[in-house]
């Protein structure tokens, strides 16, 4: 039985009021799709993608290295989107994610301004509905920087401009029966999109849920919202062994660093007086729901009464501004990000949305003095937000962007085009051009025995430690041990082995304990001493560079031994069995919680395993 509906008529808009607004949809979407290629790249994050999905078209499943079983990428619906249209076509990968990028950030544009046109009141006379929030939010850089990058933050405003939209039309009630349940599929997409947007995706779904409609369609709004999700949430323990992306455990996204998530917010508000048009926003946004009665709250004397109040486009409103605030709490709370502005992002869209449209009734000949003050008044502010826009698009929010400052964060584009010496990085070939890329990939040419290579204080060659004796047929495979996962693996055949000191494609250093005061998104730093003990590479020198402790190797040797810590490389290396899918599960949450030492010695203390006879004991 679809909810009950009582569908709210609203007035139809003059064809001046449709004909302005279409102006503005247009050039707004023009004015982000110019702004976003002008500023096109890939980001190394953004590479990252790639090489899962890679590895997706080589049969390998959804991996970052063949043989082991790790989601390295945060955003599960953007890596099986890039996915589906690689399968589909022939396009360079790169490519294929610049054109979803551009695509879905400009459609994220059109989508958030006809929601907020949707949510339009009863007015008499021509309404100008003007672009207002979105100007704010394309003004700033970092938002067209991000519009393409790689990363899935096209398809996370994307994903929160529909839910808008949908959300004005389920309160206005011009949505019901089957559209009314693809609102709750939507919503519960949320998390898939991004972990955090469990925020909005749980607020949607509460007002969906308990709003007026009968036993029978709310179970089908469980059901529909949850299939996914839950689906993909116990296949995601039973695979990877985690109950989240191992992006998760490597950055410790439950942590709190409040003091440097505020240096993170006053990075993005400050350089470009981002605060300004804020404020002008609120106080537009209270003046027009004010006058227009879209702010009047009441308290229910009933529960039909709160019922019907769910199902408002006040409640929407609030519904919004409550989910941005609480995602920009979040992401003060764990630190932001090393990328400027980048994580804030998606608050900032979420924030603007009911103001992304202005609109300005114009006076005629019958409007009184108070209706011309309003409309005037309304006016300036627009204009004043233009001028802010126009000098915050040519603003540059870090003078040093290239450089990583005190604060851990930097302006990522920036950073890349002068190391790169590419203004639009885009292609991972472009990325040879960064140091130590071409002597990585020459140095794997020259040794066809394999080894592990470890980047050297020189830039110009790469360490390397050998495999034992014999060497197996063709070699015994490579891997390269190295911060930028991205341009590294995308610059390697899948049969290179690539892994991080940070954890995000390597879960022994994930699982290490957080550095305190290190730098934000990169706190964590597993020694090479435990890799070259993971893979039973030669320990002795003068084969082990001479930075390397032979004890040291020893050491880790003995604490991979660790009866948990051999659980939890089983969980994600050992053949996938149904047992092992099961067991996997149900310890999921142990393995997401489980965290060693780096320092092998304190290591085996922990766990109480025997010392190894180390060098200076003879």
């Known amino acids: 039985m679809s909810p009950s509906t009582s569908r709210e008529v609203l007035p139809a808009p003059t064809r001046t009021s449709r004909t302005i607004f279409g102006i503005g949809v247009a050039v707004s979407a023009l004015l982000f799709l110019v702004g976003a290629w002008e500023r096109r790249w890939i980001a190394d994050d953004g590479l990252i993608v790639l090489r899962t999905v890679r590895n997706l078209l080589a049969g390998n499943g959804p991996v970052f290295n063949a043989g082991e079983r790790v989601e390295t990428n945060t955003s599960t619906i953007w890596t099986y989107l890039v996915y589906a249209v690689s399968w589909l076509s022939e396009i360079r990968l790169e490519y294929v994610v610049l054109t979803i990028a551009l695509v879905l950030s400009t459609a994220a544009i059109v989508l958030a301004m006809f929601g907020t046109y949707a949510l339009r009141t009863r007015s008499a006379g021509v309404v100008a509905y003007l672009p207002a929030g979105v100007l704010v939010y394309i003004a700033v850089p970092p938002a ?337 041990y190295f911060l930028n996962l991205g341009m590294t693996s995308m610059n390697v055949g899948l049969d290179v082995r690539v892994i991080d000191q940070m954890g995000l494609a390597y879960p022994l250093a994930s699982h290490t304990e957080r550095l305190e005061n290190g730098r934000i998104g990169h706190d964590k730093n597993l020694y090479p001493d435990w890799v070259v003990a993971d893979l039973g590479l030669v320990d002795k020198h003068p084969f082990l560079p001479w930075y390397m402790d032979e004890d040291w190797v020893a050491q880790a040797r003995v604490a991979l031994s660790c009866d948990d810590t051999r659980e939890l490389i089983d969980s994600y290396r050992a053949p996938l069995t149904e047992e092992l899918f099961v067991r996997n599960i149900k310890r999921s949450l142990f393995y997401a919680g489980y965290r060693f030492d780096r320092v092998p010695e304190y290591e085996i203390q922990r766990c109480g395993l025997e010392p190894p006879i180390l060098q200076g004991d003879n």
């Open 144 to 480: 067209r920087d991000f519009a393409t990058s790689g990363l899935e933050t096209c398809l996370v405003i994307f994903w929160i401009a529909a839910l808008w939209l949908l959300m004005v039309r389920w309160s206005t009630r011009t949505i019901s029966g089957p559209a009314w349940l693809f609102l709750a599929f939507w919503a519960g997409l949320g998390p898939l999109v991004r972990p955090e947007l469990l925020i909005l995706s749980g607020l949607a779904l509460i007002m969906l849920f308990l709003a007026r409609q009968s036993w029978k369609s709310r179970l089908a709004v469980f059901v529909v919202a949850g299939i996914v999700p839950v689906g993909y949430q116990i296949w995601r323990m039973g695979y990877y062994g985690l109950p989240y992306p191992n992006t998760a455990v490597s950055k410790d996204a439950g942590g709190a660093k409040w003091a440097q998530g505020f240096d993170y917010l006053w990075n993005l508000l400050g350089p470009y007086m981002l605060w300004l048009p804020l404020l002008l926003m609120l106080v537009v946004g209270v003046v027009t729901a004010a006058m227009s009665g879209l702010g009047g709250l009441r308290i229910p004397r009933s529960r039909r009464d709160a019922q019907s109040l769910l199902r408002s486009r006040t409640a929407v409103v609030a519904f919004v501004l409550i989910g941005g605030l609480l995602s920009a709490v979040y992401a003060v709370r764990v630190g932001g990000d090393f990328m400027h502005g980048r994580t804030l992002l998606p608050a900032l869209f979420t924030l603007l949305l009911p103001i992304s449209v202005l609109p300005v009734t114009i006076p005629n000949k019958n409007s009184d003095i108070r209706q011309v003050l309003i409309a005037a008044g309304g006016g300036v502010l627009w204009l004043v937000t233009i001028v802010w826009a126009f000098f915050a698009a040519n603003t540059t929010g870090m003078p040093e962007g290239s450089i990583v400052g005190r604060s851990g964060i930097v302006d990522e584009r920036a950073f890349y085009s002068l190391n790169t010496g590419h203004a639009h990085p885009i292609l991972a070939t472009d990325y040879l051009d960064y140091p130590r890329m071409r002597p990585m990939v020459e140095t794997i040419a020259n040794t066809p025995d394999g080894g592990l290579l470890l980047p050297s204080a020189q830039f110009t060659y790469w360490d390397v430690v050998p495999p034992p004796l014999p060497i197996p047929p063709g070699g015994a495979g490579h891997t390269v």
